[in-house]
Nanobody, 132 residues
Framework: QLQFVESGGGLVQPGGSLRLSCVVS???????????LGWFRQAPGREPEAVSC????????HYAASVKGRFTISRDSAKNTVDLQMNELNPVDTAIYFC??????????????????????RGQGTQVTVSS
């Protein structure tokens, strides 16, 4: 089973930046299955929203329209981490951010902004608050 531990959240003023990090450990049961890694966020009273995803080799990434151009996802396979650099933050970005496995296509070469149907573990999340 995959396990995730997020860090890096905090309080930041509008226009500021934060870098989130997620340590990924464990493995999937089926070595012939595929998954990517992604960041989601959940604001109070709202459903979780996909923010960004990456394939394990970082060859393919996707972003929600609301964060495109401001957020950048990256993966360090040596450290088993997936980071999210967030720039130009605004109050609507306030949420708990968590990382998890995401679904893929084409034998893992394309990541989707959707949670994996078989590997649904997620971390506790890290709170990001954007406020003046």
């Amino acid at each position: 089973q995959l396990q995730f531990v997020e860090s890096g959240g905090g309080l930041v003023q509008p226009g500021g930046s934060l870098r989130l990090s997620c340590v990924v450990s464990g493995s999937i049961e089926d070595e012939e299955d595929y998954y990517g890694l992604g960041w989601f966020r959940q604001a109070p009273g709202r459903e979780p929203e996909a923010v960004s995803c990456t394939t394990l080799d970082e060859e393919n990434t996707h972003y929600a329209a609301s964060v495109k151009g401001r957020f950048t996802i990256s993966r360090d396979s040596a450290k088993n981490t997936v980071d999210l650099q967030m720039n130009e933050l605004n109050p609507v970005d306030t949420a708990i951010y968590f990382c998890t496995a995401v679904d893929t296509r084409l034998l893992g070469r394309i990541c989707l902004l959707a949670r994996h149907p078989r590997y649904d573990a997620r971390g506790q999340g890290t709170q990001v608050t954007v406020s003046s």
